[in-house]
C-alpha cells in the first residue's frame, strides 16, 4: 500500500490532512503555486512540488500537473482536500489511471450523486424522503405551473448542476413563473453550463442538517450523527455545530439510517456528507457532497472520530473498526469560521497581511489554520483562513467558550468574520437554538451594519503605527495605545471592534498622510473612475478592485475634489493602498 500521499490542495485543508498522514507513518507531498511559495502548506509537508502559476485553473485544477507531481513525489495516493478536484470523477479516475489511490469515493459514485435530479432518483430508490419535486428536468413554464398547482405555492426552480444557491428562483404565484424560468436558465447555464432545471415545493423556514457518513470498500457504511449549518448567508456557512439542537435521538437513528442507506445503494466509499433540509420535525434529502467537508471537524470533537485519518485508512483498505453502536455522541462542539471579509460592508473580501496574528488556546479550543502571523493572504483563493472550534460538556458550554475564544483571538491588518460571530453568539436567539436558514436576515442584519469596520484607515495605513504602552497608577495597570510622533491613530481593538467611548489617542495629532481614497482590500484594479481635478460625492464609485473572484467597489469617503490618480488598470495594489488623493487648497 502507499506510504507518501500527495496533498493537491492548499490553507488549512492541506495542512488538516498531511497532520493526519504524519500521525499515521505516511510521507507527505505539497503542490504549490506561485502564489504560494512560502505558504504554511508548502513549509510543513516533507517535500513541495511547483505546479504553476496563481490563478487556479493553471495550478490547484490542473490536474495532469497533480499528477505528475505526484509522480515526482514517489506518492501512491492523492488526497483533494474541499474544494478545487475533490469532486471532479474525471480526476479521480485520472488517478487511478497513473496507479494512484484517490482518497475518495470511486469516480461512479461521484457522478451518480453528481447531478441533482439524478441524486434525487437515488433517493427515492433507496426510500430517503425528499421535498416533493420533479425527478426529471422540466423543461417548460407550463410544466412549472402544472407541478407548481400539484405541490402548491410557493415553488423553488433550481439548477440540475446546480450548488451554492445559483440557478434557485422562488415562485410564489403563477404570473411569476415565466420570468423566474427564463432568469433561472440564463444563471444556470452560464454558472454551470447545464440548462436542465427541476422544481421542489419550497420551504420557508427549514434548517440545514446534514448527516456524516463513512464508508469502507467493502460495502460497511456507518454514520457519524449530523451537523446543523443553518448559519448561513449567501449561501456560506458562517456557524456549524453538533449536534443540533432540534434532534431527538429517534430522529437522528431515523435521518442516520436513511443516509446509510443512500450511501449504500450508490456504491459509496470514504467519508461523505448527505445534506436535508429539516422542517416541522420532517427531514428532506437535498444532495450529497462526496469529499470531506470544511467543518468535518465539528464532528471529530463529539464522536472522537480523526474523520481524515479514517479516510486514509479505508483508502488504504481497512475494514471499518467500529460498529455503529460504538459511535456516540459527546457533548456539544460549535465551529465558526474565521474569513478575510468584512462583515461591516455586506463581507466583502478584506485582504492583506496579517500584521498581528494570535491564537487562542486552552481546553476545548481548536483551530485549524492556514495562516501564521506577518503572512499576506494571496488575492487567488478562498477567503477562509481559520477554522475556530469549541467543544463544551453541553451547548451552553460550548457557545460560552466559543465566546471566551473569540475574545481572544487577536488578529490585525484586515478585517475578519470575529465580530460577525460575537454578535451571533450573544443573540439570544442563538442560545435559544432558534437557529434557521433565516438566522442572518432575522436577527442579525441591523447590528451588522452597526459594525466598525477592522478595515484600515489612512492614518493607520501610513507611518502612523500605534505603540501600546505598559502604564501602572496606583498599582493597576493599563495598556494605554499612543500613536508614533505626527500620526493620527485611531484606537482600536484587534478584533476590529472600536472601543466605545474612552480616550482616543492621538486624536489631536495631524495625519502624516494626505488625505485620499484607499483600497479597503488588496486585489487588481479592474476599473478607474477617478480623474484628476474631478469633483466627486461622498460615496461616488471612484474605483473597482477584483479579489477572490469578486468585483469590489471603491467609494469616495467624502466629497471634494481628487487631486493625483495613482493607480491604472490592471496593477495590484495592497489594502489600504492609496489609489488617489484629494486636491486641497493651500
Ligand atoms: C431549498 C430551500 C427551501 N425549499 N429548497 C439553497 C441552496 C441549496 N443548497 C439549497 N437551498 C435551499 N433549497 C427547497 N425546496 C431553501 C434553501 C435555502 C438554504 C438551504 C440551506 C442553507 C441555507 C439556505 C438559505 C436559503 C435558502
Redesign the pocket.
Known sequence: MFDTVLIANRGEIALRVMRACKELGLRTAAVYSEADRDAPHARYADAAFLIGPPPAPQSYLNGEAIIAAARSAGAGAVHPGYGFLAENAPFAQACADAGLVFVGPPPEAMERMGGKVAARREATTAGVPL?P?SLEPVESPAQVATLAAQFGYPV?I?AVG????RG?RVVRAPDEIAAAFESARREAVSAFKNPELYV????EN?R?IEIQVLADAYGNVLHLGERD??V?RR?QKLIEECPSSVLTPALRARMGEAAVALAKSVGYVGAGTL?F?FQDGQFYF??MNTRIQVEHTVTEMVTGIDLVQAQLRVARGERLWLTQEQVTLRGHAIECRINAEDPAHGFRPSLGTLTEYAEPTGYGVRIDSGVRPGYTIPQFYDSMIAKLVAWGADRAEAIGRMRRALADYHIAGMATTIPFHQVALAHPAFAAGDVT?NFIPRYLNDQLANLASGAPTLAETGEAAARTFLVEVNGKRFDVRVAETGAAARPQAANGKRPAGGARAGAALKPAVADGVLSSIQGAVLAVKATPGQAVEAGQVLFIIEAMKMENEITAPHAGAIGEVRVQVGQVVEAGAVLATYAHAG
Do not use: N
Not at 162 to 165: Q, Y
Open positions: 421535498v419535486g423553488a433550481k446546480g450548488g451554492g444557491g434557485l421542489e415545493k419550497y420551504l427549514p440545514h449549518c443553518s448561513q449561501h445534506e433540509l437535498l444532495e436558514v
